[in-house]
């Protein structure tokens, strides 16, 4: 149990293009999920939090307009990098927190490798 | 604020040595959970292990075991007989709030460690 998906594992654009990353919980309700970035050889930083049916929570420094973050259901959260740019290349990793047990505990997804070019 | 540090950055030993990974956090909360996550190589952060601040009983789950002390905020973890597939990035993490609250996690630096054969 508490397995989290994220589509796709990788993926590689050009400069100014917008990239959608899902993220699924699909073996539990997830109340809320999570987004976080991390940059090679270094600790998970936190962008968002969001709960099922309201705004995203960003941490101080993170982009509202450039970091979509859409929680339309229990089981899915989506962001979206809007414009990315070679800057914005990193792996973004999402985790849930719910019904799985043990309770508050965040299940992490296998991670998206974002390619800007 | 709440911090979590692990000194040690990478750690080497020969396969079936045991070692045994820090973990020392601050936190003003008297409610507060630590936890182990294991990256391996494909990325996936995988859940060893959660603890609340009132259960200081110490773990053991095979050759994983856990050591909390409240008196010197710490949380490490020792693996017995290492293995080359223990290989991995070790995050220990905290998180305060009360349960079923929206708990953020602060991620110490990460402990890669590498099992020779």
């Known amino acids: 149990g508490a397995v989290v998906s994220q589509h796709p594992s990788w993926v590689i654009c050009k400069s100014g293009t917008s990239v959608k990353i899902e993220c699924r919980s699909l073996?539990?309700?997830?109340?809320?999920m999570f987004w976080y970035r991390q940059f090679p050889k270094q600790s998970l930083m936190l962008m968002a939090t969001s709960n099922e049916g309201s705004k995203a929570t960003y941490e101080q420094g993170v982009e509202k307009d450039k970091f979509l973050i859409n929680h339309a259901s229990l089981t899915l959260s989506t962001l979206t990098v809007t414009s990315a740019h070679p800057e914005d290349s990193s792996f973004y990793i999402c985790?849930?927190?719910?019904?799985?047990?043990?309770?508050?505990?965040?299940?992490f997804g296998p991670g998206t490798r974002l390619t800007v070019l | 604020a709440q911090k979590v540090t692990q000194a040690q950055t990478e750690i080497s030993v020969v396969e079936k040595e045991d070692v045994t990974l820090d973990c020392v956090y601050e936190t003003r909360d008297t409610t507060y959970y630590l936890f182990w996550y294991k990256q391996p190589p494909s990325g996936e952060l995988v859940f060893l292990i959660r603890?609340?601040?009132?259960?200081?009983q110490n773990e053991i789950s095979g050759r994983y075991s856990w050591n909390f002390q409240k008196s010197t905020s710490s949380f490490n973890f020792t693996i017995t007989a290492s293995q080359v597939v223990d290989s991995a990035v070790y995050f220990c993490?905290?998180?305060?709030?009360?349960?079923?609250?929206?708990?953020?996690?602060?991620f110490g630096q990460g402990t890669r460690l590498t099992i020779n054969p």
């Open positions: 993490a905290l998180s305060e709030g009360p349960s079923g609250g929206a708990q953020k996690l602060v």
């Open positions: 603890r609340n601040s009132f259960d200081e």
């Open positions: 073996d539990f309700q997830a109340t809320t």
């Open positions: 985790s849930a927190k719910g019904q799985a047990s043990p309770t508050d505990t965040q299940y």
